[in-house]
């Protein structure tokens, strides 16, 4: 054969190979078909690439799961079959009739939770509906692909999961030892949440009946160093039924705290609060009759309480500086507060309630609290200086008479000026300061024993004036301390165990020059002359 036939016949070879791959539904069976339609559904199985490896088998399982189909793991032309008559719906699906303001919500929600929306179009695509049951399997919620109001307020509130701390190197590397053990294949154990993390996270979950988020979070560690077994199948007959229960709730709307299959009081809360509703015994336990009640049940949270959409609020106004108290989904005093605050500040209506239109109002408006009332940096300096003894009133975040006097009195107590005003710097102070106040009753108590050892305070009534503070510089000295004229509580300490007393000789020419320096002391931290 001549060089130049080998390389007709080698040209024609490559354009054989040059033709474009056929559509999804073209595909005869394969890994490669099986993982394509598993992609466009929803079903996060990786790289088409005809290779079974645990992400494939992890979506297979989810979409058997979520079509009631044997539980197999593995591909099979019945499975091939199942996965292209669901396709079909796929494409008809994005005939016009929709809403397309509310489709295009939908993609606009989708799209900030990382569910692969790359354009608001409004229209209701093949990417849109993948992407709609992609969140619906990780919130778990029933897997349709549907745009319902259900939907688009699920996807208001954040969906029904909760992420929990993110946790350190340290942690990372005792869930990918206990992953490890079980089966997972989570990696080396270095304390890196990679890939391979994700991909033995969602394995677990899928087999725990959990939501598939490949997150990993205290409760997800806390569940496998809690759940027993091993080779492959976690003992997690509990943790699927709680997690059932948490996700029941939380389509029903109730705050369940992280979907972790654990039982906690946020959960216990959760389940008290539908209990009520349901006109039940509010018993806050979770079995198998309350489990068949929620599968059943058409009661909705629509209360202030245990409420998802009370939590997600919570969340908006904490970041925008404002004290809501705790993070908890329901609608306490100090939550009203900042709620009525910000509806002050936006010129809304001010009733202190909450709903979808305020969250939205709060999601467009983004405007921060710069004011002394229900304000996050009011709250932290309040704690801080309760912490520290000084008298603030109720800790609210909302500057009144005792926070500015108690402020004063810090101020005083460490030397800064005093404005009696909370800043940033202040909290800063705070927060590295060991300073405490002293009670007026132990101010007394410091003059009475000052007085028995010879040191003039004058009357001890429990106010810090220039005598008193002249008697303690005098006791600082003679008993080696640091001279600072300031009473505290290491000063009081001091003085019940110490024998230390005034000298005798020239007391009161030494007093007088005391209360002389005191008194110049005193002028210069007023700013005088």
């Known amino acids: 054969m001549s060089k130049r036939m080998l390389l007709a016949g080698a040209s024609a ?20 078909a099986v993982q394509r339609a598993l992609n466009e559904l929803g079903y996060a199985a990786g790289t088409a690439d005809g290779q079974m490896g645990s992400k494939t088998r992890t979506a297979i399982r989810a979409y058997q799961i979520d079509k009631g189909l ?44 990382g569910y692969g929306i790359s354009t608001i179009s409004g229209a209701l695509d093949a990417a849109t509906v993948a992407a709609i049951r992609a969140y619906q399997r990780d919130a778990g919620l029933p897997v349709t692909g549907d745009v319902s109001s259900a939907l688009s307020d699920q996807l208001r509130i954040g969906g029904t999961s909760g992420s929990g701390r993110p946790l350190d190197r340290a942690e990372v590397a005792r869930l990918q030892a206990a992953l490890n053990k079980r089966g997972y294949a989570a990696g080396p154990e270095d304390g890196v949440s990679g890939p391979r993390v994700r991909t033995a996270i969602r394995a677990f979950q899928a087999d725990a009946g959990l939501p598939e988020t490949g997150e990993a979070t205290q409760g997800l560690l806390a569940a496998l160093e809690t759940a027993g077994g091993s080779g492959g199948s976690p003992a997690a007959g ?43 015994t509010a018993t806050g336990e979770a079995d198998a009759a309350l489990l068949a009640s929620l599968k059943t049940s058409a009661v909705r949270n629509r209360g202030e309480t245990n409420s998802l959409l009370v939590w997600e609020i919570e969340n908006r106004l904490d970041r925008l500086g404002y004290a809501v108290g705790p993070i908890d989904g329901t609608v306490d005093d100090q939550a009203r507060l900042a709620v009525s605050t910000y509806q002050r500040q936006a010129d809304i209506r001010q009733d202190g309630r909450t709903s979808f239109e305020l969250l939205d109002h709060i999601d467009r408006s983004g405007g921060r609290n710069d004011s002394e009332t229900a304000s996050s940096l ?86 810090v004036d220039a ?63």
């Open 13 to 32: 070879l490559l354009m054989s190979f040059a033709v474009p791959a056929p559509s999804t539904a073209e595909v005869p069976y394969s890994v490669y």
């Open 70 to 113: 044997p539980q197999s793991g593995e591909p099979s032309r019945s499975l091939y079959d199942h996965l292209q008559r669901n396709l079909t719906p796929v494409v008809a699906q994005a005939a016009p009739g929709l809403d397309s303001a509310r489709v295009a919500e939908i993609q606009e929600r989708l799209r900030e939770r």
């Open 238 to 280: 509990s943790l699927t039924s709680l997690a059932q229960v948490e996700a029941e709730l939380g389509r029903r709307g109730y705050y369940v705290g992280d979907l972790d299959g654990i039982m906690d009081d946020q959960l216990r809360a959760a389940i008290r609060s539908f209990q009520g509703d349901a006109g039940a």
């Open 378 to 463: 009011i709250w932290n300096v309040e704690t801080e200086l309760a912490r520290r003894n000084f008298r603030v009133g109720p800790i609210d975040g909302t500057m009144d008479e005792r926070t500015e006097a108690a402020i004063r009195a810090y101020e005083g107590e460490v030397g800064l000026e005093s404005t009696g005003r909370a800043s940033a710097a202040l909290l800063v102070s705070l927060e590295s300061s060991d300073a405490q106040n002293v009670p007026q009753s132990d101010v007394r108590e410091i003059e009475r024993r000052l007085q028995r050892r010879g040191y003039s305070v004058g009357v001890a009534d429990g106010t």
């Open 467 to 529: 005598q008193t503070v002249a008697a303690i510089e005098a006791y600082q000295k003679d008993a080696g301390l640091v001279v600072t004229g300031r009473q505290s509580v290491a000063l009081l300490q001091h003085l019940r165990s110490s024998g230390t007393k005034a000298p005798t000789a020239g007391t009161t020419e030494v007093s007088v020059q005391q209360l002389i320096d005191a008194f110049r002391k005193t002028i210069e931290r007023a700013g005088g002359n």
